[in-house]
Structure formats: structure tokens, C-alpha cells
Nanobody
Framework: QVQLVESGGGLVQPGGSLRLSCAAS????????MGWYRQAPGKQRELVAS???????NYGDSVKGRFSISRDNAKNTVYLQMNSLKPEDTAVYYC???????WGQGSQVTVSS
């Protein structure tokens, strides 16, 4: 059974940066496609970015050019680098193991001055 633990969220001013981490345990992480989702209050959960086992990436339109997803299979960790943050990026961010359908517990990101 896989466990996903996110970290790195917090409060940041508009234009700032944060890096989220998602550490996986209990599974063969390196072969699994992974992704980051977010859910703002009153809105549906949306896909932010995804990465295949081979490193192919895909991004939601609202974050293209600002966010970057990456993975370190040796550390069983996937990252989401978020730059040029906007107030509308405020949400709880979740990582997901697409192969197992497993979710992390979520990490709050708040962008506010």
C-alpha cells in the first residue's frame, strides 16, 4: 500500500515562489505516472501537472510557463516548483499516484499580500 506525504506549502506573496514535495513509500514509485491537483474553496479539484515514469510532463493551461513538475526516483519524490504565484493559485494541493489511484493528504498554498 502506497503512502504519499506532501510538504512545502504555506503563505507567499503574489509573485513569489514555493516548491511542493510529495514523498512516496510502499510502492515501486519509479514506474508510476504521478500528478499534482489542486482544489480551491467552492471549486472542483483540477489537474495542475502530471509526469510519466519517463519524465514526460503536461500542465494545465492556467499554470503553463509558471509551474514545473519533476521527479527524483532515487528519493521516491515528485516536486512541483511554483513561480510567479497569483492569488488565484490559492488552494489545497494534492499529489496523486495515477497507477494506484492513491492521494496524498493535501498541502495548503495561500497567495496573499
Amino acid at each position: 500500500q502506497v503512502q504519499l506525504v506532501e510538504s512545502g506549502g504555506g503563505l507567499v506573496q503574489p509573485g513569489g515562489s514555493l516548491r511542493l514535495s510529495c514523498a512516496a513509500s510502499g510502492a515501486i514509485f519509479s514506474t508510476h505516472p504521478m500528478g499534482w491537483y489542486r482544489q480551491a474553496p467552492g471549486k472542483q479539484r483540477e489537474l495542475v501537472a502530471s509526469i510519466t515514469s519517463g519524465g514526460y510532463t503536461n500542465y494545465g493551461d492556467s499554470v503553463k510557463g509558471r509551474f514545473s513538475i519533476s521527479r527524483d526516483n532515487a528519493k521516491n519524490t515528485v516536486y512541483l516548483q511554483m513561480n510567479s504565484l497569483k492569488p488565484e493559485d490559492t488552494a489545497v494541493y494534492y499529489c496523486k499516484d495515477f497507477f494506484l489511484g492513491a492521494w496524498g493528504q493535501g498541502s495548503q498554498v495561500t497567495v496573499s499580500s
